[in-house]
């Protein structure tokens, strides 16, 4: 009788990408749910646009490619779902369709598919989008309405400054920090809702879809900066408060920098990413042209990772590798 | 810092009900395969002739320098050659015993040990026996650490994999004779520092400690935590002030200690076999050359393997037929049905081999340039430092072979390429 055979070991972990996947989209939801307490159903139908085409777009591709389908691992899902999570609540639906079709059409299918990916392909849609239709990017609506959206098309409402507006111009926020960690500013669908925020990041810290080595550098490296550079009157602390929690800076620290195709894998280059994304993230907060660019940031940090990986595990293995060299 | 980082993985511990279970001795086979082959792996000439009746510990083959020699196991008549396909050995030429008969045991005296370093070498070597923690000779591995500062030496019956409970049955049946087969170890590496390293609960090694105070110092006892693979280094802070640590198993701690009292050549071993599929997982003590399927159907099979393994289940070898004989440095047989494997799928960089890796590797990498053909940036990243422990595949979710990719690395030697030959010869 023949038995199969096969490489050791024989023992595996249950874990699967798509559980990690998984993960992340269960920590995603609550974000559209508590922006459907105030907007109504529209940003669930819009991270809904998002999720389903690039679910589409990467089948479509993966067809095109002639190449086993790849959706049932969930990455598709999670970018497009990071896109619809982030455009405005008055956004047409049509702009993250538009997104998820860049992120998959010209940055994650051309480079292999699903686990090749060199750069973000969530940050690429929303860099894309944010480039091409800022005006219907930044464009939020007053949390304060007290009426559900329209789900119509398009929708014709007042937009309100948002923190990070307010930051850009500089000068005085409107924003109480109550405000800001309970969520009632204007901003992107999953980015205002502070507290929930970090509830999701603490449920994938425990399920370990994320690392504490990128987000806590990330954040530390920002609230520094913030810190030494104020945008806002009224203090270090409030200028700290004020700069982590406005825009998407926080969704980005847990989202789209922790990425585990497009961040480094050893923890030294781990910890120099997040700060090197904290630092990225505040030049184009400062420097940029728009109230928020992050994305751009996790862009140019994703060009860096391998970089940063190996040259972290050089530098605390020198010895090792010359006493190699020398034997 | 190392201790936070590469610190091993948790497995689940499968032992039962193997590990609670008496060892039984396997019923006399019909017919043996020895393998050719010294404990170094020199491959021998028979030297007994065919049909001849050897003896129990008998001469049956030696090298060409006539200084390595392949035993007997068991006494029986030396019925023939035949080639085989082993998974440690490649193609092998085996002795063929067979007419096996079971001889009732003389009393052998115990032979006074005072032996010098020299001498325990020269016993390990002569009889051959090896070390069924990663199967080379007792002798060998003894004599590289034997200048070593600072050395200590363990007998490592942590039986770190998740089936494997042989060493512990060993250590249960015959602690003294191990300890003093360590004694006689540490004679041979001029160290003092030794120590029987176990894989228990709190108060089962204290009970343990307890039970042979008698005999064995208690501090001679460590334990071995619960991570995998079993790293002692971290466990005492004695071992902050003694770097090196060599690891002997105690299946031949038991052997060394019975060559240099009785001059007994090892002749069996003590084998898990377990696994989904097997009917009665128990410990079996099997002579040499015992095939694998009379092992198997000695244990009884509930159900058909779909694969039957050779070793435990992080570093063990699938095997494609039984009719293979045991040899020494085996000591667990799975039979299994439900293998799981997640499905194969790009690397998505989650780091976790690399978080797993107790060498401080980066597998993620050198996998990804070994596929890219990078082949000349392969040596930078220490691949030879690779024990083959499988804690980066067992990890993976995205189901790649990472182990299997790191250990080609490591035995390419930077060499994958010296074989495409001049422009000449094309």
């Not at chain 1, 939020?140 to 923190?163: C, E, H, Q």
Request: hydrophobic share 45%; aromatic share 8%.
């Amino acid at each position: 009788m023949s038995y199969k055979t096969a490489h050791a070991p024989h023992l595996r972990r249950s874990d699967r990408f798509s559980f990690m996947c998984a993960d992340v989209l269960i920590a995603l939801a609550p974000l559209s749910i508590f922006s459907a307490v105030y907007y109504g159903f529209r940003p669930v139908l819009l991270v809904l646009a998002g999720l389903v085409s690039a679910v589409l777009f990467e089948t479509i591709g993966c067809l095109l490619m002639r190449r086993k389908p790849t959706v049932t691992d969930g990455s598709a899902a999670v970018t497009g779902a990071i896109i619809g999570s982030l455009v405005s609540p008055l956004s047409p639906y049509w702009l993250p369709v538009a997104g998820s079709a860049f992120a998959i059409f010209a940055v994650k299918m051309p480079m292999g598919g699903s686990g090749r990916n060199v750069f973000n392909p969530a940050a690429a849609g929303l860099s894309a989008i944010t480039l091409c239709f800022p005006g219907f990017f930044f464009k939020y609506p007053d949390p304060g309405i007290g009426l559900p959206l329209p789900l119509s098309k398009t929708v014709n409402m007042a937009s309100v400054p948002s923190p990070a507006s307010q930051l850009a111009s500089g000068g005085q926020t409107l924003y109480s920090p109550t405000m800001l960690l309970l969520g009632e500013i204007p901003g992107p669908i999953g980015g205002t809702a502070i507290t929930i925020l970090i509830a999701s990041a603490l449920f994938l810290l425990v399920r370990r879809a994320i690392s504490p080595l990128i987000t806590l550098p990330y954040l530390a490296t920002c609230a520094v900066l913030a810190s030494i550079f104020p945008r806002v009157t009224g203090g270090t602390a409030g200028s700290v408060m004020v700069e982590l929690c406005a825009g998407y800076l926080l969704f980005c620290g847990i989202f789209l920098l922790n990425d585990p195709v497009t961040a480094p894998r050893h923890w030294l280059g781990r910890i120099a990413y997040g700060v090197l994304a904290g630092v990225l993230v505040m030049l184009t907060r400062y420097f940029g042209r728009f109230e928020e660019g992050a994305c751009f940031a996790v862009l140019l940090v994703n060009a860096f990772a391998t970089t940063l990986d190996r040259f972290g595990w050089y530098a605390l293995n020198l010895r090792r590798i010359r006493n190699r060299r020398r034997s | 810092m190392s201790k936070l980082t590469n610190s091993g993985i948790f497995i689940p511990s499968l032992k039962q009900p193997a590990a609670s279970r008496p060892v039984t001795d396997i019923p006399t086979p019909e017919r043996i395969l020895v393998p050719l082959v010294s404990g170094d792996g020199t491959f021998c000439r028979l030297t007994a002739r065919i049909d001849d009746t050897i003896n129990k510990g008998g001469i049956i083959a030696s090298s060409d320098d006539n200084s390595m020699h392949v035993y007997s196991p068991v006494s029986g008549v030396l019925a023939g050659r035949q080639a085989v396909l082993h998974p440690i050995y490649g193609n092998v030429a085996c002795a063929v015993i067979e007419n096996i008969r079971e001889k009732g045991e003389d009393e052998k005296k115990e032979s006074d040990i005072n032996l010098s370093g020299d001498e325990v070498l020269e016993i390990a070597r002569e009889k051959g026996i090896v070390d069924e923690l990663d199967g080379q000779l007792l002798a060998e591995k003894l004599a590289a650490c034997r200048n070593s500062e600072n050395l200590i030496l363990i007998a490592d019956g942590s039986d770190s994999e998740p089936y494997s409970s042989s060493s512990w049955a060993v250590i249960n049946e015959s602690c003294p004779e191990v300890y003093r087969g360590l004694k006689l170890a540490g004679i041979a590496v001029n160290t003092n520092n030794i120590y029987l390293g176990v894989r228990l609960g709190k108060k089962a090694f204290s009970s343990l400690q307890h039970k042979y105070m008698q005999e064995i110092e208690p501090s001679v006892f460590i334990n071995a935590g619960k991570k995998y693979p079993v790293n002692y280094k971290f466990e005492k802070d004695l071992f902050k002030s003694h770097p090196t640590v060599c690891r002997i198993g105690v299946q031949a701690c038991l052997a060394l200690y019975r060559a240099a009292a009785f001059g007994e050549a090892p002749s069996s071993c003590i084998v898990t076999v377990a696994g989904d599929c097997v009917a009665n997982p128990q410990n079996v003590r099997v002579p040499f050359g015992t095939l694998v399927e009379d092992l198997l159907r000695f244990c009884g099979l509930a159900q058909n393997p779909e694969y039957v393994i050779i070793g435990d289940a992080m570093t063990g070898i699938a095997i494609q037929n039984t009719e293979i004989p045991v040899v020494p440095g085996i000591s667990c047989l799975l039979a299994i049905k439900n293998r799981v494997q997640p499905p194969a799928h790009a690397c998505i960089g989650c780091g976790r081999c690399a978080r797993a890796c107790h060498a401080g590797l980066l597998p993620y990498e050198i996998m990804r340039r070994l596929d890219n053909m990078q082949y000349e940036r392969l040596d930078y990243l220490l691949p030879e430092e690779c024990d083959g422990c499988g804690a980066c595949s067992h990890v993976c979710p995205a189901g790649l072979d990472v182990t299997y990719k790191v250990l080609e690395a490591r035995d390419a030697q930077g060499n994958i390429f010296v074989k495409w030959g001049t422009g000449d010869e094309l």
